[in-house]
Nanobody, 114 residues
Framework: QVQLVESGGDVVQAGGSLRLSCTASGFPFSLYDMRWYRQAPEKGREFVAVIQSNEITVYSEYVKGRFTISRDNSKNTVYLQMDSLKPEDTAVYYC????????WGRGTQVTVTS
């Protein structure tokens, strides 16, 4: 079955960096776009970034220039490098793809302290 497993969340001070990972299984990873979303407390889930199967990337205006999405098809893994973190980046970060239907991981918590 399709599985998306996120890791790498942590507590970090403002200005710091984190790298999130999402390891996928159960579908032909290299052929599918992979996305990161996030959900802050008492807010809706919002788009963060996407890396298409052809490696084209698109970012939310809130993270552009600070976050970098990448993928390693040999490891079925998508990454989110987060630099210059701000307290407003605090959220649960989710990995997503659409394989027949929306597929979500369980998320990883990122907390940025001021």
């Amino acid at each position: 079955q399709v599985q998306l497993v996120e890791s790498g969340g942590d507590v970090v001070q403002a200005g710091g960096s984190l790298r999130l990972s999402c390891t996928a299984s159960g579908f032909p990873f290299s052929l599918y776009d992979m996305r990161w979303y996030r959900q802050a407390p008492e807010k809706g889930r919002e788009f963060v970034a996407v890396i298409q199967s052809n490696e084209i990337t698109v970012y939310s205006e809130y993270v552009k220039g600070r976050f970098t999405i990448s993928r390693d098809n040999s490891k079925n893994t998508v990454y989110l490098q987060m630099d210059s973190l701000k307290p407003e980046d605090t959220a649960v970060y989710y990995c997503h793809t659409f394989y027949g239907q929306d597929r979500w991981g369980r998320g990883t918590q990122v907390t940025v302290t001021s």
